[in-house]
């Protein structure tokens, strides 16, 4: 089972930029898709980026579309989350997330492995 780590977090202004992480460890990371996850305060959990096991493979939520990058880095069993142009409504709880390769990926519930979170806040 893999455990995940995030950091990178923090107090930004709109139109900044920040970069997450997530170190992981614990199993063959090239095994698994990968996805961040976001949850602002009242709202429900949003599935914003996934990338699959060899990093050939992404999927974006509309609403971060052309702002935010996810990347992997399997040699050193990591994953990022550049994100420029940030807004007020980014603010939120970023959590990665994990699953093993194939079956379905478009939905947090998809994945069973988390991270505890990292805060980004967007001041405006």
């Known amino acids: 089972q893999v455990q995940l780590v995030e950091s990178g977090g923090g107090l930004v202004q709109a139109g900044g930029s920040l970069r997450l992480s997530c170190a992981a460890s614990?199993?063959?990371?090239?095994?698994?898709?990968m996805g961040w996850v976001r949850q602002a305060p009242g709202k429900e959990r949003e599935l914003i980026a996934t990338?699959?096991?060899?990093?050939?493979?992404?999927y974006y939520d509309d609403s971060v579309k052309g702002r935010f990058t996810i990347s992997r880095d399997n040699a050193k069993n990591a994953m990022y989350l550049q994100m420029n142009s940030l807004k007020p409504e980014d603010t939120a709880v970023y959590y990665c997330a994990a699953k093993r390769s194939g079956g379905p990926y478009a939905s947090p519930s998809n994945y069973p492995t988390w991270g505890q979170g990292t805060q980004v806040t967007v001041s405006s």
């Open positions: 990338i699959s096991g060899s990093g050939g493979r992404t």
């Open positions: 614990g199993s063959t990371f090239s095994d698994y898709r």
